[in-house]
């Protein structure tokens, strides 16, 4: 896949774009801030966009604003996010900016895990919603009434969920059958008060939408 890559600090960007080629994927761009990103996706159109969220000149949310005036120009375009730490606003609005393409909020520790960072990446390039396991846990502490509801392995459920996983990787992941991770789901969207869906991109999102309302 086409990649354009966003990130003001030059070893990071560096890094980033040679691992994603040693992946086989062409990383058409690699900027350090937020105007040459938006030039970058006109002129490369790239499959996805990695970006910081905090870029020059205000080091505040250049990036973020960014992403969501690209996503707002070109709502197909997959968009994964990266952040020193949880910004919860950020993750809310940019799990805003509409549906129908791929998105994905993970901090930069994530990167540390070189193949999960690249099969994230390739999900949200896939159309699906990636969001890291700690962004949900703080959105989580927001709302303690919906969390103090779950038990520490719905909790478990609902991180692996956040991820984009299907019922059949969590259950992989948990060591348990796909039935008992479909049963740890109904009751977690039951004790959330949310209806059930099967497609795991909308679950992430009413999961996030429930914790912001």
Same mark, same amino acid.
């Given at each position: 896949?086409? *990649?354009?890559?966003?990130?003001?600090?030059?070893?990071?960007?560096?890094?980033?774009?040679? /691992? /994603?080629?040693?992946?086989?994927?062409?990383?058409?761009?690699?900027?350090?801030?937020?105007?040459?990103?938006?030039?970058?996706?006109?002129?490369?159109?790239?499959? *996805?966009?990695?970006?910081?969220? &905090?870029?020059? #000149?205000?080091?505040?949310?250049?990036?973020?604003?960014?992403? /969501?005036?690209?996503?707002? !120009?070109?709502?197909?375009?997959?968009?994964?996010?990266?952040?020193?730490?949880?910004?919860?606003?950020?993750?809310?609005?940019?799990?805003?900016?509409?549906?129908g393409a791929g998105?994905?909020?993970?901090?930069?520790?994530?990167? %540390? =895990?070189?193949?999960?960072?690249?099969?994230?990446?390739?999900?949200?390039?896939?159309?699906?919603?990636?969001?890291?396991?700690?962004?949900?846990?703080?959105?989580? &502490?927001? !709302?303690?009434?919906?969390?103090?509801?779950?038990?520490?392995?719905? /909790?478990?459920?609902? %991180?692996?969920?956040?991820?984009?996983?299907?019922?059949?990787?969590? =259950? !992989?992941?948990?060591?348990?059958?796909?039935?008992?991770?479909?049963?740890?789901?109904?009751?977690?969207?039951?004790?959330?008060?949310? #209806? #059930?869906a099967q497609d795991?991109? !909308?679950?992430?999102?009413?999961?996030?939408?429930?914790?912001?309302?």
């Open positions: 896949m086409r *990649v354009v890559i966003a990130e003001d600090a030059v070893l990071l960007r560096e890094g980033l774009a040679g /691992l /994603l080629e040693r992946f086989g994927h062409e990383v058409v761009a690699s900027v350090g801030d937020a105007g040459a990103l938006l030039a970058a996706v006109v002129e490369d159109e790239p499959d *996805v966009v990695v970006t910081d969220v &905090r870029m020059p #000149p205000g080091f505040t949310d250049e990036g973020l604003r960014a992403a /969501l005036e690209l996503r707002a !120009r070109r709502p197909s375009l997959p968009v994964l996010v990266l952040s020193q730490y949880v910004e919860q606003t950020y993750a809310a609005e940019l799990l805003d900016s509409g549906t998105i994905g909020y993970l901090l930069k520790d994530r990167i %540390g =895990a070189v193949k999960e960072f690249v099969d994230a990446l390739e999900r949200v390039a896939g159309g699906h919603t990636v969001v890291d396991p700690e962004v949900v846990m703080q959105l989580l &502490r927001r !709302r303690r009434d919906p969390l103090t509801r779950l038990t520490p392995r719905e /909790l478990e459920v609902l %991180g692996l969920v956040a991820e984009g996983r299907s019922n059949a990787a969590v =259950a !992989r992941a948990l060591v348990v059958t796909e039935a008992a991770v479909a049963k740890h789901i109904a009751n977690i969207l039951s004790k959330l008060d949310l #209806p #059930p795991d991109h !909308r679950r992430v999102l009413a999961v996030l939408a429930y914790l912001r309302g």
